[in-house]
């Protein structure tokens, strides 16, 4: 259960930064999908470092490796095994960090929880685990093809984008490398990230993400609400701090009679400040939902800390990180939101006779 | 899986606001733990209708009983099964409503989903439902007795409390009917919930709550993330559109300088912007999160709306609502906190030999 | 987990034998199936105490009721939540065993895992919690009404039925308390059964199951195999020794070429030794299996054993209980194989596009 | 949930016999366990094809390679993936079979469920998957290291060891190639063997099983019994058509003054007809029970068959196939038995507080 996400479709994973691979099992997958794996791959490309010059200069193939449930280019009903090998793993990095415990790293908690810790680039800390969501995701994105799905980077620090997402075109996503398809907005963060690397030091902000096209009725009331499961599954991205679908916080500030989305004839509604759920259950209206980062912790200035021992001491800051973790956490958000739509999609075809 | 929660301490939940009974399964509450009753229906009065002048009006006694796994006042291992009678349903209100699908309720997307509904007072849907979570969630108390868990309402609308939770007075939480320990504050919100009802209308409002004592290692660091399970547990709760714990949105617009938590030699670390969570591991630190509730969607208003034969009505506002939900979801965010601690706590005992 | 059992369908169950009540959760019963209650109940009255004279002469109503999921007659895809009320407890009868380990009971095992137990009746232990099951099953029928399932006392002691099920009428199981559907052979066991209890002895016996006109395709084919799920089923009844299917511990004496199916042109098999499974999976044939009970442990007669205190006594045959558990466990064998067909029914709605 | 086993402690499988690689996800196992790995490969090597005489003469290495959750010879309490590289497949032997389907075989099942299928030496359906099985198990047996597992051949044929295990010396089970520890009943069943496979033919046989030193309290005592979820383990296992425990189907004939276990005043039993389990947990008697298993499907003789089409043909013998499954069946019913006790073991933490 522990390192599983997914009821009908389920994702297992393993994998430490800096062991000989990452990986999964994708359970539950049906029969009959015809798969592209280059389209997989691709979205594994967006994820990876070095891609730009403001991310982390880390080299790392990232090359994915099915080894089962795939049988002459689809999908057998198997459970489909993968592995992304771990190619370019400078332990050395790391190894001036084995008994110093990074601040706001999980170093800490995970010794103190099992009483020894994979030291190594975080070990299964690192964010390198993402790496099999997408892979997962990028395959579940195939079998809901029929939905879209589009996340962007909405803010670095105090910068954003106020264009609502309706009026801004999803196909320059990808055209800058900040990833966020309000240009001029994206060119103003894109420089803001270069002077905050320039610093040593990094910055947070939000993605948003909208599905479309989405079928009514995905969704379980109670328990597993559409948006209570895309919540878990954003909150579980590391460096994420918060989740709002929809009005958000701010309907938190308004009155019913200014937030209630009356209905047209034809069951889609005028206003959706619902963000596309209703009691846990798709409406068929767009789905869309910002997720809040924080600044990576690793930062290229010293800074004071403790070991194991529990002395003070003072970590340096080395290795390859990211300035801001947002323009490579887009394909993240997009697969964890294929993986829960996939999800839902399959269990509902259990729900009436 | 649609109507449990939970994974070694588990519920499971049944009833409609308007049949018989609604009611639960608790499985794997461990044998041997003394039960105080009383203390799990205060809980349940918390959250009551009917207790004060900005709730609905509606009485309803929620008198909880419990059928199993107790014997002598004691846990005994076996499953715990409780029901609460449904007393006060008065139907009648709800029959001018019987096809009519109400604005920003989950009518519509029940019926497309599963072709049918109990359309009594909302039916599964309604937030009824919580005194489920409310019982387990005090059971749940009783077994990580030594974990405080303080929720309270911090805005009604735009009116915030300003002072840190670490300023306030939990004790003061129960002194006032808007469920807010700033006394000055709290006059204000009851102010504003008292004029918003005599609009017809209804509001918004966010509550946080404050986790504390928690021993270190609780939470599973990659799908079942601490905070990525109480984000979940509060997305389940009618209502809430946000969940941020920790430094949240605000953490988005910030540098990893500012934001990471310095560790004292003791491993506390001198902030807390990380909100006692690690890598989705419980560092010991206060664990703290904020959720939003958007207004109720039940006005006292006439609205356009449709039925389900597709024609253009009105809906006329009847019933008995609650003008901001806030105060009464204060005990349900605490239940759901204890829950999630609970299962993680028990969870954390399998993790070393 | 411990009090739960299915997957999509799942039934999660509370009660002990001389608490309020015992009742369950059905969840994932999908929405729209037409509800025949009576149908219920009387597959509840055929699991009831008092019945005929060869059981025993408790008198239990056992009547089911639902408190949830039903609306109009037809479920409505919520959970549903159901309770039998005990009300013939005589507790009294157990008062002399408050401390006294039963032997080959589970008092001992309850004592050591919990270190405290519901002594009255046997508790969480008692055979009273496969009411729950029959409930369950019997409205899992009316979702897969298409597949027939008939079990059958087909052994009493050394007292066995020799005809071929397919020989067998299955309309005649119920016209003889003892539940055999080969009439001669039924009347050897009934007298067999009075025997025993006028030695205030118990006594074993086999049931033997059939399920028949199974769609090709159910079960999961590597852990959750159809014959594995249905094994599983059959060791949870109380008193369950062993499972065998299709040709069973017979078939382990064979050969390869004695043993094989061979084909049909229609993809039926010429012989059925794989008792309608291939592969974990349904081939379209009969399923059907046999199912080991050994002799009820409470006896009329001193039995010489020990205390919680560790002190050798003596338990004296005392209370209401059956001489032979198989007649009355004949529905309970059908009720939990119609679980696991339905569940597999619904599951397999998600293994191809 | 389809290729998973096990609750806290989950295994969790994927991999066809004729692909890159087979392997799992070990998930849930504890921190701090030193794990031996020459043990892990020793159990593998008990499992492997080419190992003797009378196996299959595929000649596997099953080499296994561990790419998580173990650091410097310690687990870590991360999932531990592992993969087996499939290295000698012969995919030509199946070439002449891609669209027959072989008697008594799950080609036919697959094909209907799926509706596609890797045919090559039967995909996902090969008992090769058993391998990934050996090593969760053999890592399992490290964690209960105090509980000894001892499984041996106890029958082939209608060649039977008639020593009671008590009397048996489970050191000699490895010292001849059919696992018997009954040196000369050994002999006689590879005698057999040796026939059978000049005939081309194959027979089942029978595994004895038995856990010694288990502690008082493994096992959930409604749906998760011990002896349950050992059945449903061994029912996973192919061939295997019955699973008795305890006195098992010969109980079902005896009477309750006979069956009854008496109780010494330590706690322990007179007799153990009961097999160690007392209303689905251990007692602290030796658990032990019995695996039936039907002969190898694929046999070295022509045999009329259909194909996919409904052509009926004919299906001749080929491949390098056991002659009797039953002693490399050996070390996967000891590794499955590990899973379930190490599971319940770990659960068991959770169940008192």
Redesign the interface.
Known sequence: ?????G??L?L?????SH???????I??F????KVNLEAIQNELDRRRPGQSKIVTQRKEPDQV?F???I?EG?T??????F?IKNTNQKSKDYNHNTNV?R????D???D???????HRGG???SAR?TANWVVAGALAKQ?ISHISINAFTS?V??IYTETPYSELDFSKTETNDVRCPDEKVAEKMIERIKE?RK?G??????ITCVAQNIP??LG??????L???L???M??I?AV?????????A?????????????????S?KTN???GV??????GMDVYFRV????????M?N????NSE???TEIQGKGRHDPCVVPRAVPIVEALTALVLADFY????????
């Open positions: 259960m522990f390192n599983s996400f009821n009908i389920k297992t994973t393993f994998g430490e062991g000989v691979a990452i990986g999964g099992i359970d539950g049906p029969a009959g999908v490796e080894l089962s449930g049988f689809v057998t009903g198997a459970s489909i095994g592995v415990y601040p706001s790293h999980a800490y908690t995970y103190k929880k099992y009483g020894t810790r994979d070990g299964r800390t685990e079998l803010s620090g105090t905050i610093e030091n990094t910055i947070g902000g939000t009514v009725g379980e009331p109670i328990f597993h609400k948006h209570a499961e919540g878990k599954a909150l579980s590391n701090k918060g989740f709002e679908f929809g009005s958000g916080f309907g938190a500030e308004m009155k019913g009679s200014e937030h209630n989305d009356i209905f047209n004839a034809d069951g509604t400040l619902s963000g209703q009691g846990g259950i798709s409406n809040a980062f924080k600044p990576v912790a690793t930062i200035q800074q004071p800390t403790i529990g002395d003070v399959l269990l509902n075809k259990t729900r009436t006779i």
